[in-house]
C-alpha cells in the first residue's frame, strides 16, 4: 500500500520560512503528479501547490511568489518551501499524490496524514 509521509511542520514566526517533506513508500513506480493541499479549523481543504513527474507547477494564487514546491522523482519524495509565512498559512498541511496525473491540477488518490503549520508571533 502507498503510504505517504510528510515532516518538517512546526511553528514560526510572520515572515519565517519552513520546509515540508513527503516521501511516498512506493518505489517501483513514480506518480505523475504530487502536490499539497492545506486545511484549517473550519475551512476547506484547499490546493497549496502542485507539480508533475515533468516538473509543471501549479499554485495557489495566495502562495504564489513565497512558496516553491519540487520534487525528487528518484525518492518519490516532494518538497514545499515556504517563505514569508503570513498567520493565514496557519492549517494542517498534506501532501498528495496522483500516480497517472489525470487529475492534475487536482488531488489525486493518495493522502498523508498531514504536518502542522503554525504561523504566530
Known amino acids: 500500500q502507498v503510504q505517504l509521509v510528510e515532516s518538517g511542520g512546526g511553528l514560526v514566526q510572520p515572515g519565517g520560512s519552513l520546509r515540508l517533506s513527503c516521501a511516498a513508500s512506493a518505489t517501483f513506480f513514480s506518480f505523475a503528479a504530487m502536490g499539497w493541499y492545506r486545511q484549517a479549523p473550519g475551512k476547506q481543504r484547499e490546493l497549496v501547490a502542485a507539480i508533475t513527474d515533468g516538473g509543471r507547477t501549479n499554485y495557489a494564487d495566495s502562495v504564489k511568489g513565497r512558496f516553491t514546491i519540487s520534487r525528487d522523482n528518484g525518492k518519490n519524495t516532494v518538497y514545499l518551501q515556504m517563505n514569508s509565512l503570513r498567520p493565514e498559512d496557519t492549517a494542517v498541511y498534506l501532501c498528495?499524490?496522483?500516480?497517472?496525473?489525470?487529475?492534475?491540477?487536482?488531488?489525486?488518490?493518495?493522502w498523508g496524514q498531514g504536518t502542522q503549520v503554525t504561523v504566530s508571533s
Open positions: 498528495n499524490a496522483d500516480r497517472w496525473g489525470g487529475n492534475y491540477p487536482h488531488h489525486g488518490d493518495y
